[in-house]
């Protein structure tokens, strides 16, 4: 049987590489340098460590060191896409969003929608929920909010982007 030549040269090349990974990955087990980064120690005088920077004036807690170091970017992993738009919102530019929000609303005569289904970061609202431009003053403040419809749900405010009507920033009293 006559093998093509470029499937020839393939079988060639795969064969060693096969050997060297099973004999590597052998030899490895066998010296001990097969070691988990969980077992490594910092070198004393290393730029980073454990992800985050350690040189004098870094930030302690930055967003780039990873989620097991560090609990507020684990709850950071947790949020969804959406819930990065006013992510950077401090709390009283989010107090003055819900109390803008709030003290725009008209209270209709309909049942309300549930908070615990609408209220919530990704949700899709339905046409149901009466949507409005957010108020103005708020609007001049915090330049991302022109961008999307308000809504109050429950005892929540709610911001949503306008094409999708997916809620992209929850505003509560607190």
Same mark, same amino acid.
């Given at each position: 049987? /006559?093998? &093509?030549?470029? /499937?020839?040269?393939?079988?060639?090349?795969?064969?060693?590489?096969?050997?060297?990974?099973?004999?590597?990955?052998?030899?490895? %087990?066998?010296?001990?340098?097969?070691? /988990?980064?969980?077992?490594?120690?910092?070198?004393?005088?290393?730029?980073?460590?454990?992800?985050?920077?350690?040189?004098?004036?870094?930030?302690?807690?930055?967003?780039?060191?990873?989620?097991?170091?560090?609990? %507020?970017?684990?709850?950071?992993?947790?949020?969804?896409? @959406?819930?990065?738009?006013?992510?950077?919102?401090?709390? &009283?530019?989010? /107090?003055?969003?819900? &109390?803008?929000?709030?003290?725009?609303?008209?209270?209709?005569?309909?049942?309300?929608?549930?908070?615990?289904?609408?209220?919530?970061?990704?949700?899709?609202?339905?046409?149901?929920?009466?949507?409005?431009?957010?108020?103005?003053?708020?609007?001049?403040?915090?330049?991302?909010?022109? @961008?999307?419809?308000?809504?109050?749900?429950?005892?929540?405010?709610?911001?949503?982007?306008?094409?999708?009507?997916?809620?992209?920033?929850?505003?509560? %009293?607190?």
């Amino acid at each position: 049987m /006559r093998l &093509e030549p470029v /499937r020839a040269t393939a079988i060639l090349i795969a064969i060693p590489a096969f050997l060297f990974t099973f004999a590597g990955g052998a030899l490895a %087990q066998g010296t001990g340098q097969d070691k /988990r980064a969980d077992d490594v120690k910092p070198q004393p005088n290393a730029v980073f460590v454990n992800g985050a920077l350690a040189v004098p004036g870094a930030p302690a807690n930055s967003e780039t060191v990873p989620a097991k170091f560090s609990e %507020q970017n684990a709850a950071d992993d947790q949020l969804p896409t @959406w819930g990065y738009t006013f992510h950077h919102l401090t709390a &009283e530019q989010r /107090r003055a969003i819900y &109390e803008s929000i709030a003290a725009k609303n008209q209270k209709s005569s309909s049942s309300p929608p549930n908070p615990d289904t609408y209220a919530v970061l990704g949700a899709v609202l339905p046409d149901s929920i009466p949507l409005q431009s957010p108020p103005t003053d708020v609007a001049a403040q915090i330049a991302d909010v022109k @961008w999307y419809l308000a809504a109050m749900i429950g005892d929540k405010a709610v911001l949503v982007e306008p094409a999708s009507k997916v809620v992209v920033g929850v505003f509560t %009293q607190k």
